[in-house]
Every structure is written in structure tokens, then in C-alpha cells.
């Protein structure tokens, strides 16, 4: 085999640009590495400074804490509450009320319902008529009159509670003859 000068010269050429893609790749790998290694530190110091302002935070509450002691016990003279302090039962905090003096408002008047009265409100939620006239004929009732007189509503008002709750159980039998 004989080589001659030219053959000699695509060698060279050929394996110096092998030995130059071969230190390109090793280049590459090691700005890989350094960037790996900065996006690490820069996860590091990220994580350093919420622990940091953490600590901050825990501090300044803490001192602030001591602050608020401080102000309690040379000002106020605030304490927890005993077991004495407690009470058991609405008479006893009834007993620490003063009566009203004469020239108070009158108290502002809440109204409450108990618990047969909030039963009877969720009957009559769930035989409430429909709003449109159209929905009362699809269930099957009449038509009412667009205008009503005051006698009717005071017919309606003077109906008895078991009155009503008697044709509300009617009610709640014919629509379990319906599903069967």
C-alpha cells in the first residue's frame, strides 16, 4: 500500500476534524455540566431566601408577641381566664345583666322560629305553587285569577294548620300511587 502525499493530507485533515468534534463534544457536555450546576445553586439560593424570609417573618412575630406581652402586662393587665370565669348556663349570664334604665331604647326585636315551625316552613316550601300559570296547568291544578280579593287571602290566612297538613299528606299519597 502505498501512500502518497495527497492520501496523506485528507488523513490528517479527516482525523483532526475527528479530534476537533471529539473536543466540541466534550466542551458540550461540560457547559451541560456547569449549567446543571448554576441552575442547582440558583434553585439553592431561592430556597435560602424563602427560608430566610421565613425566619424573618417567625422573628418579627415573635418579637412583636413579646411586644404585645409587655404592653399587657404594664398596661392593660389582660389574663387568661380561669375555670371559675366560665359559665354553665344562660340563667348565670342572665344574672350578670343590669336591668333597663328608663330612658333606654327599646331592644331590638329578632325574630325565632322553633323546630315544629321550621318543619311546617319546609312543607309548605314543597307544596308552594308554581310561579307561571303555565307550570300550574302542567301539574294538573287550575288556573288561579290573576287578581285576587282580599277576602281570598284572608280565607287562605284563616286556613288551620291541620287543615293543611292533612291535605298535604293526601298530597304525599296520590304522588306514591303515581311512581308505582
Known amino acids: 500500500?502505498?501512500?502518497?502525499?495527497?492520501?496523506?493530507?485528507?488523513?490528517?485533515?479527516?482525523?483532526?476534524?475527528?479530534?476537533?468534534l471529539a473536543l466540541t463534544l466534550a466542551l458540550t457536555f461540560r457547559v451541560n455540566a456547569v449549567k446543571s450546576q448554576v441552575r442547582l445553586a440558583e434553585r439553592q439560593i431561592t430556597q435560602l431566601k424563602q427560608e430566610k424570609l421565613f425566619l424573618e417573618t417567625e422573628f418579627e412575630t415573635r418579637a412583636s408577641q413579646q411586644q404585645l406581652k409587655a404592653f399587657n402586662d404594664v398596661d392593660f393587665g389582660y389574663s387568661a381566664p380561669t375555670v371559675g370565669q366560665y359559665l354553665e348556663s344562660e340563667r348565670?349570664?342572665?344574672?350578670?345583666?343590669?336591668?333597663?334604665?328608663?330612658?333606654?331604647?327599646?331592644?331590638?326585636?329578632?325574630?325565632?322560629?322553633?323546630?315544629?315551625?321550621?318543619?311546617?316552613?319546609?312543607?309548605?316550601?314543597?307544596?308552594?305553587?308554581p310561579t307561571s300559570p303555565f307550570a300550574a296547568l302542567g301539574m294538573g291544578a287550575k288556573p288561579e285569577p290573576a287578581v285576587?280579593?282580599?277576602?281570598?287571602?284572608?280565607?287562605?290566612?284563616?286556613?288551620?294548620?291541620s287543615e293543611h297538613l292533612a291535605r298535604f299528606s293526601g298530597r304525599a299519597g296520590q304522588n306514591a300511587g303515581h311512581r308505582e
Open 148 to 161: 285576587a280579593t282580599p277576602g281570598a287571602k284572608k280565607a287562605k290566612k284563616s286556613e288551620d294548620i
Open 1 to 20: 500500500m502505498n501512500l502518497t502525499r495527497d492520501r496523506m493530507h485528507t488523513i490528517g485533515w479527516g482525523m483532526t476534524l475527528v479530534i476537533c
Open 92 to 129: 348565670q349570664l342572665a344574672a350578670l345583666g343590669k336591668p333597663r334604665s328608663p330612658d333606654a331604647p327599646d331592644p331590638i326585636r329578632v325574630a325565632s322560629a322553633d323546630a315544629v315551625n321550621a318543619s311546617v316552613r319546609t312543607m309548605m316550601a314543597v307544596e308552594a305553587k
